[in-house]
């Protein structure tokens, strides 16, 4: 029997500064996300889009904060649905919108994971650690917020409780290259894994990669993939709002993808930050999809005629 899959929308843009995610669910479709993964053997379920009541407005003490009130929505409706699609299907996939629909995902994912009794490592790939609380963030963008939220740092009381927090030593940030002071000072205390580009250029992705999959078999851990745009490089990923040179190369990107899929260990993905007003002809889109695909076992040679 094939494994089973679902792709949910979250058309959610308040957490960014400018608009445009909104139309991430729809862009992801029309470049045959699901056909895609069909036609790698996977039985796909479109669960359809989510969507929120009209909020009233909620202040903060922090004023630059914006769209507190539909933010907060967003995250709770994605928790309850994040836990009911990994409950439902082998491999959930959540379409953004921007990054802020992960503190609802992750909040769901690890509620879901403690019912099973294992715990929820996640890999972070992205420009950015997203590591500010609601009162240290300067930009009032929320998409800058999740991290700090779902492994349970104070300063959240205007977000919906957090039922279980993701331990911040089973995270792995890969690709980071623009970090806020606030933020750099969180990363230093928390234990959070974090490889920045200048890490990579040295490495490579593939050792850091390979050790944390270890430790997610070690520890029999449900592990999500949260995956920003932005760590793709803006040359071959121009559809984000936030982008920062030195990103991702297409075959880096892919060959993480390759290794994910080898491992056998990614339970359910978020794909964020695609903003498709800012496109080129659906170029970021498509690669968006053809990087699914690796996850998913897209392969150009078939392992048994590889010769090594
Ligand atoms: N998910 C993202 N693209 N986040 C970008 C955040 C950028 C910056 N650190 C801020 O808080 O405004
Ligand atoms: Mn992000
Ligand atoms: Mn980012």
């Known amino acids: 029997m094939s494994r089973s899959c679902s792709i949910l929308g979250a058309p959610i843009q308040t957490g960014a500064s400018q608009p445009g995610c909104?139309?991430?669910?729809?862009?992801?479709?029309?470049?045959?996300?699901?056909?895609?993964?069909?036609d790698l053997g996977w039985s796909v379920r479109d669960l359809g889009d989510l969507s929120i009541a009209p909020q009233q407005a909620m202040s903060h003490t922090n004023a630059a904060i914006h769209d507190l009130a539909e933010t907060r929505a967003w995250i709770e409706v994605l928790a309850s649905a994040a836990f009911d699609a990994a409950r439902d299907h082998d491999f959930p996939i959540f379409m953004g919108g921007d990054h802020s629909m992960a503190a609802g995902t992750v909040a769901g994912l690890a509620r879901h994971a403690a019912g099973q009794g294992r715990p929820l490592f996640i890999l972070w790939l992205d420009a950015h650690p997203d590591l500010h609380t609601l009162a240290t963030t300067e930009s009032g963008n929320l998409h800058g917020t999740p991290v700090a939220y779902f492994t349970g740092e104070p300063g959240f009381e205007t977000y919906p409780p957090l039922s279980h927090a993701v331990d911040p030593r089973n995270i792995c940030m890969m690709g980071i290259r623009s970090v806020d002071p606030a933020e750099h000072e969180l990363i230093l205390r928390s234990g959070?894994?974090?490889?920045?580009?200048?890490?990579?250029?040295?490495?490579?992705?593939?050792?850091?990669?390979?050790?944390?999959?270890?430790?997610?078999?070690?520890?029999?851990?449900?592990?999500?993939?949260?995956?920003?745009?932005?760590?793709?490089?803006?040359?071959?990923?121009?559809a984000v709002g936030t982008t920062v040179p030195g990103g991702a190369t297409f075959r880096e990107a892919h060959l993480i993808m390759e290794t994910l899929c080898d491992s056998g260990l990614v339970t359910s993905l978020d794909l964020v930050e695609l903003n498709p007003f800012l496109d080129e002809r659906g170029r970021t889109a498509k690669l968006m999809c053809d990087l699914t695909a690796s996850l998913f076992g897209r392969r150009v040679l078939d392992r048994m005629t590889r010769s090594y």
């Open 192 to 238: 959070i894994e974090v490889h920045d580009m200048r890490a990579i250029d040295e490495t490579g992705v593939l050792p850091p990669l390979r050790a944390f999959l270890e430790r997610v078999r070690a520890a029999n851990g449900m592990l999500h993939l949260s995956f920003d745009v932005d760590f793709l490089d803006p040359d071959i990923a121009p």
């Open 22 to 38: 909104l139309m991430g669910p729809a862009s992801l479709r029309t470049a045959g996300l699901g056909k895609t993964l069909a």
